[in-house]
């Protein structure tokens, strides 16, 4: 059983400092001193390098050498825009090309069907709260780019690692039931079959997500 103990603590850890991170309880930008960090959550420094090695592909964290690992600084308004831009870019014809395997009956759209739904409460504050919507809301994302049968496409959109760096900036809680009507808009258009509708669709709803998340940016003078 000490390995199934072993996973759990390293993944316990790994969510423990994601939650500081997404919560900026470490700041924006902070040089993260591992040792200070393993006696802050009471356990030895090996997890916490873990955690922040698998925190650095996701982006949340840098590593630079002989300086070790800091957070990585918020997005720039200009670095929001350019991240959505890619997202229109990638998700707008995924959505055109999983309708057109819909039609063509090379697609199920039971798995989408059940992504689709999102929570519509918080479970508590912080990202604690928002975690399990963030979470989902990125599933049903990927689940989209991987039905475009593009597998390229599909690994691009999961490195940007989008909704981690929204939700760490800003989560929009007046609209939590929004995005959730969104994504059923987006399933039924890809069931229904013409591509440029599925496509529509998407673009419609990733528009009103940037809409959304810039009045971050309002908030921060940028």
């Known amino acids: 059983m000490h390995p199934l103990r072993r996973l ?3 993944d ?5 400092v994601k939650s500081l991170i997404m919560d900026h309880r470490i700041a924006p930008g902070e040089r993260i001193t591992i040792d200070a960090l393993a006696r802050q959550l009471v356990v030895s420094p090996t997890p916490i390098r873990e ?8 982006g949340l964290v840098r590593k630079r050498a002989m300086a070790g690992y800091s957070t990585t600084p918020l997005l720039t308004r200009a670095e929001f825009e350019e991240l959505f831009e890619m997202r229109l870019l990638l998700e707008c014809p995924a959505a055109a090309r999983a309708a ?7 697609l199920d759209v039971e798995a989408l069907t059940g992504e689709a ?11 604690a709260g928002h975690a399990a919507f963030t979470a989902q809301d990125a599933l049903f994302h990927e689940c989209v780019a991987e039905a475009s049968g593009n597998t390229l496409l599909h690994a ?12 760490r900036l800003h989560f929009p809680t007046t609209h939590l039931g929004s995005s959730g009507r969104e994504h059923r808009r987006i399933v ?8 440029d509708a599925a496509a529509d669709a998407m673009r419609r709803h990733l528009e009103a997500a940037r809409d959304r998340h810039r009045s971050a940016f309002d908030d921060l003078g940028q």
């Open 8 to 10: 759990t603590l390293t």
């Open 12 to 16: 316990d850890v790994y969510e423990a």
């Open 51 to 58: 955690a922040l090695a698998r925190l650095e592909p996701e």
């Open 100 to 106: 057109g395997r819909r039609a063509a009956g090379d």
């Open 117 to 127: 739904d999102l929570p519509d409460h918080l479970s508590g504050d912080g990202y």
């Open 156 to 167: 691009t959109f999961v490195r940007l690692h989008a909704h981690l760096h929204l939700h």
């Open 188 to 195: 039924a258009a890809i069931a229904a079959g013409p591509p």
